[in-house]
């Protein structure tokens, strides 16, 4: 094994739970319980979501980056707001905007 137990527990203690659960799930599914096979999946998952960052896009439409416990919160709140009052933006528009991100032509974020 590459990494001590110490490198594996500060490497999983700083993943998003989900992707914690995931590893796990996969070791579990696909494993005959081989820590070098949990190593594996760790590395995996790190490696595709390096970089990635939950957040939010304020009114001036800029990225401001929050907090798994803050996206959790935020998630709960709009979904409460959507059960409460049936209102939100569409999904066709959402996807539209998101595949615009990046391009020559990207479009405003929908409110």
């Excluded at 490497?11 to 998003?16: H, L, T």
């Excluded at 081989?34 to 595709?48: K, S, V």
Aim: charge should be negative.
């Amino acid at each position: 094994m590459a990494q001590s137990i110490k490198q594996l527990h500060a490497q999983i203690q700083a993943m998003p739970s989900d992707s914690v659960k995931a590893i796990v799930l996969s070791w579990l599914n696909q494993s005959n319980g081989n820590l070098g096979d949990f190593e594996r999946l760790i590395a995996e998952i790190a490696e595709e979501t390096e970089g990635y960052e939950w957040g939010e896009i304020d009114t001036a439409n800029e990225f401001q980056p929050l907090g798994e416990e803050e996206t959790i919160a935020k998630s709960l709140s709009v979904l409460q707001d959507y059960q409460t009052n049936k209102t939100g933006v569409e999904h066709d528009r959402v996807k539209q905007w998101a595949d615009s991100l990046g391009s020559d032509r990207e479009l405003p974020c929908p409110q």
